[in-house]
């Protein structure tokens, strides 16, 4: 019911009359840069050997680099319907992928609409198209770019990196033809490196593999994916550099969610809570504003809506729950070590004409909380309980408690949380999948 209320508040905020269209002179285009599936530590500045990212790494220590960001959810739709409305999964409704947002959300680009921001969204995986994700009408455009080959032919509709630049910047150039117009935010997904991995031959030598071994293991072309991206990202980039002054672009990287590579057993993203899927890249660049700096205490993907209002000089409104980080750039606020995070996995993409309430209850698998170190995780299908230490024991080999022990009270009034608002989910839009759509969400690995 509170959720509810909360939801209400929102709508009659929106309603409300919109400032003054802002002035080009004092607000900056922002560019987000989401690369789908890319664990922090692959990329060199979160510690990798291969030279997997070097123009990414470059824009990274420009800025504010997040050491220790993870995602609230490690899958496609709930994690970027998440860094879009500040809100965890189970509050925005998209909790699997095939699951549509709550309607009338509040949302970071709603509220840079209202301050005058021109907004654009590129995105290229099948789970955000519009009538699985119901997110185009947060933006003045929404492009979903799915018309080339890629996969070898596997699946014919994803974008490559190179399409989406195509897409994206043919209408930033529009936006900004002419001399100073209205603010530009533009948002681009790229899709490499998500599985199934494609062998980039052109970046093998980058990353240190040997072009003549025939025998390149699915971790190599992941890596080569990411080269890949980087490389791409790197020319999308110039192109907004030589349309619009450095200082007058602030530019987000970050990534919905890590992979798995076969710790614990696991290769994928979704189904679990280890830190190779929750851990991602996440850095904010914006020269002359925001200084070069590596924040080490917890931050979540979440955290960018309000940061990025609070950047722009905007009031931070109350319905988004990330943190706001820019009190911290400006050193108005110190670095929040003791926060505690919480997270949930769920069941990759709904069927075709499944029970709306019953996917959503069937989908939790499990969920977990971060505080100082120790990460507890409840998996709710068994009841398998688990706690690690980050610090002694970062690749959660051992856990510290016997796996039947009762949950902490703190993570079962997260779990109750969670639970309620699948309770609460009547007023959902009821997922909708045509056969063409759970041919793609196959291929990407998210249907049994
Ligand atoms: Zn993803």
Not at 83 to 110: A, C, D, F, I, Q
Not at 284 to 309: F, K, M, Q, S, Y
Not at 425 to 437: I, K, Y
């Amino acid at each position: 019911m509170l959720s509810k209320l909360r939801h209400l508040l929102c709508l009659v905020v929106l309603l409300l009359p919109a400032p003054a269209v802002a002035d080009r002179d004092q607000q900056p285009h922002i560019l987000v840069i989401s690369v789908d599936t890319l664990r922090a530590d692959r990329m060199g500045s979160y510690g990798y050997s291969r030279k997997t990212s070097p123009h990414i790494d470059d824009l990274l220590v420009r800025g504010a680099r997040f050491a220790d960001a993870r995602t609230v959810e490690p899958l496609t739709a709930p994690a970027l319907a998440s860094m879009l409305t500040s809100l965890p999964p189970h509050e925005h409704g998209s909790t699997r992928n095939g699951l549509r947002v709550r309607p009338e959300l509040p949302s970071l680009p709603k509220v840079l609409r209202r301050h005058g921001y021109e907004t654009g969204a590129f995105v290229g995986s099948w789970t955000l198209r519009e009538k699985l994700w119901a997110m185009a009408d947060h933006f003045d455009h929404f492009e979903e770019v799915l018309n080339k080959a890629r996969w070898l032919g596997m699946v014919k509709r994803e974008a490559t990196a190179e399409d989406l630049n195509e897409a994206a910047l043919d209408w930033f150039s529009e936006q900004i033809e002419g001399g100073p117009s209205r603010p530009v935010f533009l948002w681009v997904h790229y899709v490499e490196p998500h599985a199934p991995y494609v062998l980039q031959r052109d970046f093998m030598n980058q990353i240190g593999a040997s072009p003549d071994d025939n025998t390149y293991s699915d971790s190599n072309k992941y890596d080569s994916e990411i080269a890949y991206v980087d490389f791409q990202i790197s020319k999308l980039l110039k192109a907004v550099g030589d349309q619009a002054p450095k200082e007058d672009t602030l530019v987000v990287f970050v990534s919905d969610h890590g992979e798995s590579l076969g710790e614990h057993g696991y290769w994928g993203h979704g189904r679990h809570l280890y830190e190779p899927t929750l851990h991602i890249p996440m850095g904010i660049t914006w020269p002359g504003h925001v200084e070069p700096r590596v924040v080490e205490a917890p931050a979540l993907i979440i955290d960018l809506a309000p940061t990025l209002v609070g950047l722009l000089g905007i009031e931070v409104p109350d319905f988004f729950q990330g943190m706001d980080w820019s009190k911290v750039f400006v050193g108005a606020a110190r670095e929040p070590h003791e926060r505690v995070t919480l997270y949930q996995a769920h069941r990759g993409s709904v069927g075709a004409k499944e029970d709306q309430t019953r996917v959503r209850e069937k989908g939790l698998l499990e969920v977990a909380r971060l505080e100082d170190g120790k990460k507890e995780i409840l998996r709710v299908t068994n009841g398998r309980r688990r706690v690690f230490d980050l610090v002694s024991d970062p690749a959660e080999m051992e856990s510290l408690v016997l796996e039947q022990t009762e949950v902490s009270a703190d993570l079962q009034i997260w779990l109750d949380r969670v639970m309620a608002a699948v309770i609460l989910a009547d007023d959902l839009p009821p997922p909708s999948l045509s056969d063409e759509d759970m041919e793609a969400l196959r291929a990407l690995g998210y249907l049994e």
